[in-house]
């Protein structure tokens, strides 16, 4: 079993969720053929997501470790990317089991009407099996590794529903919920940020979003010339020569240029599945919603979180040299940054301003955590048979290791038993007042088509 779990996660998930999605598109009547084009369309859309994402880190990773070398920064525990990071979480003995605990766990609460997120984003399942490894290896005990796995997923099913209006308010995707275990958690940090920023003269009347800078700058708050300047001055702190720092602007303002475009390839493909899916629960459950559950690469293409995530990179770098105690460097995990700030962007409503501030205050405390994980982190990466980087004694990540849910599972699991359970009792208590209240607007509530 174990075998044919890892076969599937390997293809990975251009591959694994144009499956998935063909599938579900059988069960919800929609003809095979248009099925079929909708799961290829959305394989085709992750390919060049991710194409755009390596760009980016292909030209931001060098950058950034010229600025450590510049900066002389000597840390002991190595930030390996979440693809190290998902691969360890997979090849753990609690991780075998993490993609059906995460499909029993989102039925039975869709049956007992306490989510209506339907998560097809099985891949990113990664997220609670990585939960659980660390648990099973802090506490001793394979089923406290698999219990933390249950109320991580039932946690990300919650908090998909709370944020599922702001998706589609935001970004424009009705009908879709990231119940994404790096991106959404977020959420949970910039709601209390966001009240705290209407109370600050000044900063609560400051428009940053980009359509706004774009009003005041002219040609100079165009996205792609955002990018260009971010690029130059990342260049220049990195200490590139003229022709570097010019490419890396470049390709920086590329990426503001075609993440956007990649991420409309998608969700052409998405659509007909979103359509489909909300006449199947018209017919079958008059009065019910769903939301389709899937990767918040959905969203970090926006301006918003490409340009907060330029601004970060030298913030973050900055952090781990003056934040006592840490001893994470990150390097893996600095082409991801817009996973981590992508469900900031639309609390904030685009302010990139309040996006970096809480970005800075997020990853901060995380380097503290992930430094504070270290131990646990390395010990699993150990027992898969993780090829260490050249010197490294000891790995961490900003994703999943600094994210918030991941201290909520790690402290709550020294409580044993009955620390999950509360957290358990609380998410399950919430998502049944969530999936009770009335839809936002009746335009939420009937919306069915995507927007490209």
């Not at 598109?25 to 095979?32: D, N, Q, S, Y």
């Not at 990018?227 to 702190?237: A, F, M, P």
């Not at 390395?378 to 010197?391: D, L």
Request: with cysteine; net charge neutral.
């Amino acid at each position: 079993m174990g075998d044919v779990l890892q076969y599937f996660v390997d293809l990975g998930a251009s591959v694994l969720l144009p499956i998935i999605i063909f599938v579900f598109g059988l069960i919800l009547k929609t003809k095979p053929s248009q099925a079929f084009r909708a799961g290829l369309t959305v394989g085709i859309g992750f390919i060049a997501i991710n194409l755009v994402i390596g760009l980016l880190a292909e030209n931001l990773g060098p950058a950034a470790q010229q600025m450590v070398n510049r900066l002389g920064i000597e840390l002991s525990v190595i930030d390996v990317g979440w693809p190290a990071t998902s691969a360890i979480a997979f090849g753990s003995s609690v991780g075998a089991l993490a993609i059906p605990i995460g499909l029993a766990v989102n039925i039975a609460l869709l049956v007992f009407g306490l989510t209506k997120t339907l998560n097809i984003d099985l891949w990113n399942l990664w997220h609670i099996a990585f939960t659980g490894a660390l648990v099973s290896i802090m506490t001793g005990s394979f089923v406290m590794g698999l219990v933390t796995c249950i109320v991580h997923a039932i946690v990300l099913l919650v908090l998909a529903d709370l944020t599922a209006k702001h998706v589609a308010e935001y970004y424009g995707y009705p009908n879709i919920s990231f119940p994404h275990g790096t991106s959404t958690p977020y959420y949970l940090l910039a709601m209390p940020l966001n009240k705290l920023f209407d109370r600050i003269p000044g900063l609560k009347n400051w428009k940053a979003d980009p359509e706004a800078i774009q009003k005041k700058l002219g040609i100079f708050g165009e996205s792609t010339i955002v990018g260009l300047i971010l690029g130059i001055i990342i260049g220049v702190l990195a200490g590139y020569n003229l022709q570097e720092t010019l490419q890396l602007g470049v390709a920086t303002a590329a990426v503001m240029l075609l993440l956007p475009r990649m991420v409309s390839i998608l969700m052409e493909g998405l659509a007909p599945i979103s359509e489909a899916a909300g006449e199947f629960v018209k017919r079958r459950f008059p009065g019910r919603e769903v939301y389709i559950g899937m990767d918040s690469a959905l969203a970090v293409g926006h301006p918003a979180a490409i340009a907060s995530t330029l601004i970060l990179t030298p913030i973050v770098l900055l952090l781990a040299i003056i934040v006592p105690g840490n001893k994470v460097l990150p390097f893996g995990d600095l082409a991801t940054l817009p996973f981590i700030v992508c469900m900031m962007v639309p609390i904030f409503r685009g302010n990139v301003i309040r996006t970096v501030l809480a970005g800075t205050i997020a990853l901060g405390f995380g380097l503290l955590l992930a430094t504070y994980i270290s131990p646990l982190f390395t010990e699993a990466a150990r027992n898969v048979g993780f090829a260490f980087p050249e010197g490294a004694g000891a790995v961490s990540s900003l994703v999943d290791g600094a994210v918030p849910t991941t201290a909520l599972f790690i402290f709550g699991a020294k409580l044993g038993y009955i620390g999950l359970g509360i957290i358990g009792v609380l998410a399950l208590v919430t998502g049944y007042f969530v999936n009770r209240r009335r839809p936002a607007s009746k335009q939420e509530d009937n919306a069915t088509k995507i927007p490209s």
